[in-house]
């Protein structure tokens, strides 16, 4: 491309046959850079005057590019841009709700020409070309008054009046994608791609559904009211991580989303794929957008939150896809109930199934569960699931202003007694023996006969097991990656408070991962003693005791240690116990002997160890 060339624009109308929703407008537009054509253009790349694009500028040129911005083949010039402004249309009469468009700083607008080739860049890289067609002032009064200036209701606003934006670009764009892009774009999918899996799957009734980071048991119920009616979801997610929604940190949120989607959710029934900030707004403009974008990805309805989620009205929003579908918005949209708590049916419910009167009835909004995490209280279940709601007070506290001193503020009361007094009265040390092993390893076992042992020989000692403790403390925890880490943060702080104590915690866990068991030993601290038990895992399927690995090989368990899911053995553990190569008897005797060298062991005890153990073996 030189200065004033069309060459290297390039984009195809795809001829579709899937049987699916014909994309808005009844085409998808892609713009890519050719393969062959990419080392002729990056040879050509210096001689063009060079752009600096935002992230979200990038996605707004992934979008344009991949046919999900169709008919758009570029950013809006000013005739454009002031219709979407002014009336929620395209030049061409089309409905469309918010601004694709393509700022510049005032020192490159200074050497831009109309009919001038540029180079559009992203942290240094080289992401596409843009043929200009216009440049003209950004109407940021306009934007804010429709918009809202804050980042939470449309960040870009903000972003630019930052940078001091003054000016737009206007004109057709193609995108290059280099081997660094292809590794950033494997996070989405493309409208065409997403297509040709709606027809290998056979689905016919693909659904989009208007929620942002989903985490609350309304949100849930939503999400499962969606999927009962379609064969499978797309769920486009904010492609932006810091910005605060009602006081709730977006990035928080999405982990809790990804809690929820894990554990609760069909994850072969739900399609994710990232989207700009500004779809998720609540008007009718971000309403209308999101179902376009939604279209042009083949589905075939989308899901509206309830008549007090809108910014504007259902009949304003009616309208207004109501005139797009004469300029081939066939999308069919599905307003949604407002879901809350009902105490009398014990879960759940819209106004459509509840057959209570509204005084037993809970909805909390954003306001009210930023207020109570800001405060330290915990969200009730009715809220969200314990695991889910943990993870959101989790993140609040890690993100919480220090100079905000509305937050909530813990002062644990330092006892008077030491724990060298503690350990002095019990006359031994404590600590914590972590035995970490395949299930069916013998951990359990050894610790059991261990334990008493030691409590025959006058120790203050606790066993803790990690099925007893699942059938009290974490009985309300799953087994997704996250349910099992918190299983065993709980596990280390109750290891923790038993050592305050001056006992001797012999806690048996799978732990199967190095970080989570790093993270064991931090919360501990001082007297944390790691333990291999290890075995082969013939040995341990062969053993068996409860029956999980054959449950396991038959896909009954998913994510089972050593089976479908990875064992982390210690590389350097404090001790280690081969219980394929070695009997109990011997695996208790090196125990004793390490409890002895790590000092645990009381001063009057240790001598008539074996006298002891030998009337506990036959007792």
Not at 400 to 415: C, I, M, N
Not at 464 to 478: F, M, Q, W, Y
Request: charged share 20%.
């Amino acid at each position: 491309m030189t200065g004033h060339s069309k060459q290297a624009l390039y984009a195809t109308t795809l001829q579709l046959d899937d049987a699916l929703i014909a994309p808005y407008g009844g085409a998808l537009v892609q713009s890519f850079v050719p393969r062959q054509d990419q080392q002729d253009l990056h040879a050509r790349l210096p001689q063009l005057k060079r752009i600096d694009i935002s992230a979200r500028e990038l996605i707004d040129l992934e979008l344009i590019a991949s046919g999900a911005y169709s008919p758009l083949t570029g950013f809006m010039d000013r005739h454009t841009y002031a219709s979407v402004l002014e009336s929620t249309i395209l030049p061409n009469g089309m409905p469309w709700g918010l601004p694709v468009t393509l700022a510049a700083a005032d020192e490159a607008v200074d050497s831009l020409s109309v009919g001038q080739g540029v180079a559009l860049y992203h942290d240094n890289e080289a992401v596409g070309v843009m043929l200009i067609a216009d440049i003209f002032p950004w109407d940021a009064e306009s934007e804010t008054r429709i918009f809202g200036e804050t980042e939470e209701q449309f960040p870009q606003i903000a972003e630019r009046k930052a940078r001091k934006i003054r000016h737009l670009l206007g004109g057709v764009v193609s995108m290059l994608i280099s081997r660094a892009a292809e590794q950033r774009l494997n996070r989405h999918q493309w409208p065409n791609d997403l297509r040709n899996l709606h027809v290998q799957k056979q689905w016919n009734k693909i659904a989009a559904i208007h929620l942002q980071n989903p985490w609350q048991r309304s949100d849930e119920y939503l999400l499962k009211c969606a999927l009962e009616a379609s064969d499978a979801l797309l769920l486009h997610s904010s492609t932006e991580t810091a910005r605060a929604q009602g006081g709730l940190l977006s990035s928080v949120l999405k982990g809790a989303s990804r809690l929820l989607l894990e554990n609760y959710i069909p994850s072969n029934r739900v399609l994710e794929n990232p989207a700009p900030e500004g779809f998720f707004h609540s008007s009718s403009r971000a309403i209308l957008q999101h179902a376009i974008f939604s279209q042009n990805y083949g589905c075939e309805s989308i899901f509206l939150p309830a008549q007090g989620a809108l910014a504007g009205s259902q009949q304003e929003l009616t309208n207004l896809f109501a005139e797009a579908r004469k300029h081939g918005l066939t999308i069919r949209h599905v307003f949604l109930d407002q879901p809350f708590h009902c105490d009398l049916c014990g879960g759940i419910a819209t106004e459509k199934s509840c057959p209570h009167s509204a005084a037993g009835r809970t909805i909390f909004s954003v306001a009210d569960i930023a207020a109570q995490l800001k405060h330290g209280k915990s969200l009730p279940p009715t809220v969200a699931r314990p695991d889910v709601a943990r993870a959101v007070a989790r993140g609040m506290a890690n993100k919480t202003d220090p100079g905000d001193v509305t937050g909530k503020f813990l002062y644990p009361h330092a006892s008077e007694v030491s724990r060298d007094l503690v350990e002095s009265l019990a006359g031994h040390k404590a600590g914590v023996l972590w035995m970490t092993g395949l299930s069916g390893s013998g951990k359990s076992t050894i610790a059991q006969r261990v334990g008493r042992e030691l409590i025959l020989s006058g120790h203050r000692v606790y066993v803790l097991d990690g099925d007893t403790l699942r059938t009290g403390l974490n009985s309300d925890l799953g087994f997704g990656e996250e349910a099992r880490r918190e299983n065993l943060r709980r596990a280390a702080e109750v290891s923790k408070v038993l050592v305050d104590a001056g006992l001797i915690v012999i806690a048996s866990f799978i732990s199967p991962f190095s970080a989570e068991r790093q993270m064991v030993r931090k919360i501990v601290g001082a007297g944390f003693h790691e333990v291999y038990v290890e075995a082969t895992l013939d040995t341990c399927e062969e053993r068996d005791p409860k029956g999980l690995y054959k449950r396991a090989r038959a896909g009954v368990i998913p994510n089972f240690t050593g089976i479908s899911s990875p064992y982390e053995a210690p590389e350097l553990p404090d001790l280690r116990l081969n219980t394929s190569q070695l009997s109990l008897d011997e695996c208790v005797g090196q125990f004793h002997e390490f409890i002895a060298q790590a000092g645990l062991s009381r001063a009057d005890g240790h001598g008539h160890r074996h006298a002891v153990r030998n009337e506990a073996v036959n007792a």
